[in-house]
């Protein structure tokens, strides 16, 4: 099982700031790596996929990077609404796997 | 619109069962992998069960395999999991998701609401 850790736990950040987000596979997963958001109360929403392709709708302000085993979002000119939990996810291996979150806190 | 709504969750008994479901709309359901993902209280998200569009093949997280049955019914563009022998390690939201369309439909692009399953005596 591919196991993902996401980095810091917690980020506490202002209005306008830029969030740099870390996720490090325990093997390389190549591009195959999605991010979400969750809002408090909401479901996931799908970010980033292929480790740096937009999902339909979201703002160019958050940008993927990153390829193997290292990998990072960036929230750039943050905003209230992008509040919450950040997640994650690949799709190189069975069982497909999440990280534990970061938070994010503004 | 793409919807998805979750359905049957609530709280059981230790080993005991439900059956939830998911119902599509707003897209041709028998086009896409469908998937069940939980969130366990706190935040963790957990993949547990993925099925083809056919129905023809079925995945599991491992502890998950012979105590959880995932299908789906194109008739009804509604998704299922049936979960036997619940276990207090059981409670969490189940979220409904569909695959997307790239990534070999092992990302997920729209999320129900989910419904959440407590198993307490």
């Known amino acids: ?106 | 619109e793409v919807q998805l709504v979750e359905s049957g969750g609530g709280l059981i008994q230790p080993g005991g069962s439900l059956r939830l479901s998911c119902v599509s709309s707003g897209f041709n359901f028998d086009t896409y992998a469908m998937h069940w993902v939980r969130q366990v209280p706190g935040r963790r998200l957990e993949w547990v069960s993925t099925i083809n569009p056919t129905g023809g093949a079925t995945y599991y997280e491992d502890s998950l395999k012979g105590r959880f049955t995932i299908s789906r019914d194109s008739s009804r563009s509604t998704l299922y999991l049936q979960m036997d022998t619940l276990t207090a390690e059981d409670t969490a939201v189940y979220f409904c998701a569909r695959g997307s369309s790239f990534g070999g439909g092992e990302y997920f692009d729209y999320w129900g609401q989910g419904t959440l399953v407590t198993v307490s005596s």
């Open chain 1, 1 to 106: 099982e591919i196991v993902l850790t996401q980095s810091p736990a917690t980020l506490s950040l202002s209005p306008g700031e830029t969030a740099t987000l870390s996720c490090r596979a325990s093997q390389g997963v190549g591009s195959h790596l999605a991010w979400y958001q969750q809002r408090p109360g909401q479901s996931p929403r799908l970010l980033i996929y292929d480790a740096s392709k937009r999902a339909t709708g979201i703002p160019a302000r958050f940008s993927g990077s990153g390829s193997g085993a290292d990998f990072t979002l960036t929230v750039s000119s943050l905003e209230p609404e992008d509040l919450g939990l950040y997640f994650c996810q690949q799709r190189r291996n069975w069982p497909l796997t999440f990280g534990g979150g970061t938070k994010v806190e503004i």
